[in-house]
């Protein structure tokens, strides 16, 4: 016998989920090679190139093969680079006053993309650590304790130096407090109006730079020292909003949110409260970590790639700054064409 009192669900949300063709119809979010921004690291010498241990797949490379690699990046439609100079030792000291050197490693680096590749965006970093002998990111007292206002001096020089060479981005990473009024007031002066500056506003004391420091050679340097005195407890979140609220009323065109997948909630509150242009930073260690599982054959590499890049956008960020970015958006050309 027919049962009539069967109940059925009324909604059966796997009903969209049947077919692809209606899975894509109803995607909230998408993943873009427009979104993608992509970090590289710039050697002295020519024809140079080294790899990264502790990133795999991430190469250094001197300006002539880093020009070379942005036809690929140009070619793929990825829409900008951020670029970290690495230092030679002997160019280091504790006022981290090479940074500001008109020709300088990433001045020169700047002109050469610039020059190459007028349309790709190029972003430098606003921070003393590749500078400095002690591997903080500002001038350190001597106690070790890094100087908010002298620093500040600093980085404005080194952000002018930037804008010289024809950065299009400048990206304070330090976390000084002020640095963003100070920079853009000299910009201002200077008659850079459109260069434009993105905050590394919530940028967290987290332990996921570790590969980055390997890449830039400042881990000796900083050795035990940790960056505690400036940059964020990654207990907090409030406190986010309060630096990307100043570093916006200073004038930052875009905040950034450092590390990214343990991080989401507060590039989700970003963006869901302050509705700005909001970055997200994949870091090294992220990186590291899925290279790693990749590697061993526990994850599958692309597969958890894309769905990390997938998870911040649904987080809320409109660029993620990745070291996937080739990787992804050599994906995503084999996919959409
Ligand atoms: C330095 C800087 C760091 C990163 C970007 N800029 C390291 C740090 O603060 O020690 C980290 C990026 C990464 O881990 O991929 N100002």
């Known amino acids: 016998m027919r049962s009539t009192s069967r109940v059925f669900p009324a909604t059966r949300l796997r009903r969209n989920r049947a077919d692809d063709f209606s899975r894509r119809l109803v995607r909230e979010h ?13 050697l ?28 690929e990046l140009v070619e793929l439609g990825i829409p900008a680079v951020a670029l970290f100079p690495v ?7 504790s006022s981290g006053s090479g940074a500001w050197n008109s020709d300088g490693l990433a001045q020169r680096a700047v002109r050469a993309l610039k020059k190459a590749h007028p349309g790709l965006g190029v972003i430098t970093d606003v921070a003393l650590d590749p500078f400095t002998t002690h591997g903080q990111d500002g001038i350190v007292d001597n106690d070790g304790y890094v100087l908010n206002d002298v620093t500040i001096e600093a980085l404005v020089n080194q952000a002018l130096s930037h804008a010289d060479a024809g950065a299009d981005i400048v990206a304070p990473s330090d976390m000084m407090d002020g640095r963003v009024a100070a920079i ?30 390997d890449a830039v050679g400042s881990a000796a340097n900083l050795g035990k020292g940790d960056k505690g005195t400036y940059q964020m407890d990654p207990a907090n979140s ?43 930073y994949q870091v ?33 960020a409109d660029a993620i700054l990745t070291y996937f970015a080739v990787r992804a958006a050599r994906l995503l050309k084999q996919a959409h064409g």
């Not at 010498?45 to 490379?61: A, D, I, N």
């Not at 332990?207 to 420091?213: E, K, M, V």
């Not at 930052?252 to 990214?260: L, R, S, W």
């Open 284 to 316: 090294s260690g992220e990186y590291a970590m899925h290279m790693a599982a990749a590697e061993n054959g526990w994850l599958d590499g692309d597969a958890v790639m894309m769905e990390s890049l997938m998870a911040m956008r649904r987080a809320g």
């Open 30 to 42: 998408r993943l873009s090679v427009d979104n993608l921004i992509y970090p590289v690291f710039v």
């Open 184 to 213: 853009r007031n000299a910009l201002e002066s200077a008659g850079y109006v459109n260069t434009r500056i993105l905050a590394y506003s919530a940028k967290y004391a987290s332990a996921y730079y570790g590969p980055f420091r």
């Open 44 to 71: 002295e010498g020519e024809g140079q190139r080294e790899p990264v241990p502790s990133m795999p797949g991430v190469e250094r490379l001197s300006i002539d093969l880093l020009v070379e690699q942005a036809a």
């Open 238 to 280: 409030d406190e986010a909003l309060q630096e990307v609220s100043m570093d916006l009323a200073e004038g930052a065109d875009m905040v950034m949110i450092k590390p990214g997948m343990p991080y989401l909630d507060i590039v989700h509150r970003v963006k869901h409260e302050l509705q700005v242009p909001t970055f997200v």
């Open 87 to 93: 230092v030679p030792a002997e160019q280091k000291n």
